[in-house]
């Protein structure tokens, strides 16, 4: 089955960016049928999808309104994985980050998941 | 505020029928199917219905999902402790082009 394993640091100061990755077993980065999502829960903000990025012969990625002008979800076929990058963080973007597969006509729902991080903004 | 509106919480008592609704708008709930995904404490969101109505393989049939309109409702019957969660809505949202989660129902098993 697909299993999702997220690596990435708990602490990140302000101003700085959040990188996480998300390593895939059980599928491909490079699947024509699925898509790659990054979403964050936090008790002010909720379940927030940030964004997402799959293959169609090229590459495509989706962002959130909220954060399109901070992020970047980039994957590395190399590596079977894919990564976060959240540019000029404050406090506001401390929530637990999930990655998650699905979202689309072939597999409709979030489903796996990843097992969380939480990171947290603080100098 | 979410895009998604249900309520905060919700209970019942072991055995009974317990519906969780979500309202979105004519650009979400009323253009895409909606997912459902239950969150037990600690844990990651797991998916539990999809495509409106439709349960992945392992979630007990005492799930079930429906929609009408620009609302969508998940039904639990014969409740069980194991129930006591906390249930999300999702849909994808046309006009903001990405997906949109409810605000969460936190079920109480009494």
């Known amino acids: 089955q697909v299993q999702l394993q997220q690596s990435g640091p708990g602490l990140v100061k302000p101003s700085q960016t959040l990188s996480l990755t998300c390593a895939i077993s059980?599928?491909?980065?490079?699947?024509?049928?699925?898509?790659w999502n990054w979403i964050r829960q936090s008790p002010s903000r909720g379940l927030e999808w940030l964004g997402r990025?799959?293959?169609?012969?090229?590459?495509?990625?989706e962002y959130a309104v909220s954060v399109k002008s901070r992020i970047s979800i980039n994957p590395d076929t190399s590596k079977n994985q894919f990564s976060l990058q959240l540019k000029s963080v404050t406090p506001e973007d401390t929530a637990v980050y999930y990655c998650?597969?699905?979202?689309?006509?072939?597999?409709?729902?979030?489903?796996?998941w990843g097992q969380g991080t939480l990171v947290t903004v603080s100098s | 505020q979410s895009v998604l509106t249900q309520p905060p919480s919700a209970s019942g008592t072991p055995g009974q029928r317990v519906t969780i609704s979500c309202s979105g708008s004519?650009?979400?709930?009323?253009?895409?199917?909606v997912n459902w995904y239950q969150q037990l404490p600690g844990t990651a969101p797991k998916l539990l219905i999809y495509?409106?109505?439709q349960r992945p393989s392992g979630v007990p049939d005492r799930f079930s999902g429906s929609k009408s309109g620009t609302s969508a409702s998940l039904a639990i019957s014969g409740l069980q402790s194991e129930d006591e969660a906390d249930y999300y809505c999702?849909?994808?949202?046309?006009?903001?082009?990405?997906?949109?989660f409810g605000g969460g129902t936190k079920l109480t098993v009494l």
């Open positions: 998650a597969r699905g979202g689309t006509l072939a597999v409709p729902g979030f489903d796996p």
């Open positions: 059980g599928d491909s980065v490079s699947s024509n049928s699925a898509a």
């Open positions: 990025t799959y293959y169609r012969s090229k590459t495509y990625n």
């Open positions: 004519s650009s979400n709930i009323g253009s895409n199917t």
């Open positions: 495509s409106n109505n």
């Open positions: 999702a849909v994808w949202d046309d006009s903001l082009t990405g997906w949109v």
